[in-house]
């Protein structure tokens, strides 16, 4: 990978946050006591950008994220604490949906936030599909209902759609399914799950509903018509898969919730 860092010598402060902050200890200090990048960078820098971003003067430039295109951060804009903890604890999971779709523009807005969802050595290995037309979700929940028909699993579920009501993926106007090759990320799991995460947030804050679809990723996992559907790239696996849509119904009170089971050492 090629890999270059600039640095304006008259705004450094020298307060080696750069330093400190690489995961890799990829800078070390040159004999004028100024950031460099060592050789090690070439293979070993996973792009995260932190050295740069860390900088108090804004002294550091790197190739992999550029200055100019890595905006400031607005503390102005952050949540506090009281409207976080209200937000997250006001989500709720949403199982009846309103037939309104959500426009393209929206879905990019909530996909380019979970870009900035967490992932192990910054592989950033997510791939998205989003499917948009409705008609296609039901296609889909249908065949992890033929999944469920074969295994005589939950009864009550096939009933129900023999009634014409989804219970799988419950009539959502969208469906978001993330995977990834397990070769690729050393943390899978965790790199989608986090990623479909920032997404199920992202959609709250606009309005939008979602339901982590478990029977979904069950199904994705091992019944091939269902497998086939997804058109995966070679080696791929599903990981996470979440409804979307805007919700029929708002939820008006925050329902209680177990006690954290902690140990304090
Ligand atoms: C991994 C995972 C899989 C889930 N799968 C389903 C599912 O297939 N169908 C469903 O109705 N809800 C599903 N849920 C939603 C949970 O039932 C829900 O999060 C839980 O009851 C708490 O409700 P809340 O999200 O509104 O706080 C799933 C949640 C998670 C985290």
């Known amino acids: ?50 050295c740069m971003a860390v900088c108090v003067a804004d002294a550091l430039d790197i190739s992999i994220s550029p200055l100019e295109s890595s905006p400031p951060v607005d503390r102005s804009l952050l ?17 009846t ?23 192990a050595h910054n592989k950033q290995p997510v791939h998205w599909i989003i499917v948009q037309d409705s008609e296609e979700v039901k296609q889909i929940a249908g065949l992890v209902v033929e999944y469920m028909k074969e295994l005589k699993i939950f009864p009550g ?42 997404f199920d947030l992202a959609a709250n804050s606009y309005g939008m509903g979602s339901c982590w679809a478990g029977f979904l990723v069950q199904a994705a996992a091992k019944y091939q018509p269902l497998i086939d559907a997804f058109n995966l790239p070679e080696g791929h696996k599903v990981y996470t898969a979440l409804m979307l849509g805007y919700p029929k119904y708002r939820y008006r009170h925050i329902p209680q919730r177990d006690e954290p089971k902690v140990t304090w050492k």
């Open 1 to 50: 990978m090629k890999i270059s860092l600039s640095l304006d010598q008259e705004l450094c402060t020298q307060c080696y946050s750069c330093i400190s902050e690489c995961p890799f200890d990829l800078l070390s200090e040159d004999k004028e006591g100024f950031p460099q990048l060592r050789k090690a960078a070439v293979k070993r820098c996973m792009r995260c950008g932190h």
């Open 97 to 119: 949906y309103r037939k309104k779709s959500a426009d393209r523009a929206t879905l990019e807005k909530l996909l380019d936030v979970s870009r900035y969802a967490p992932s």
């Open 79 to 95: 949540p506090s604490p009281e409207s976080l903890k209200h937000f997250l604890e006001g989500r709720r999971s949403i199982r």
């Open 157 to 198: 579920l096939l009933r129900a759609w023999d009634q014409g009501v989804d219970k799988v993926l419950r009539g959502a106007p969208h469906l978001v399914v993330t995977h990834c090759d397990p070769g690729y990320s050393e943390h899978p799991m965790e790199d989608c799950t986090l990623a479909t995460a920032y």
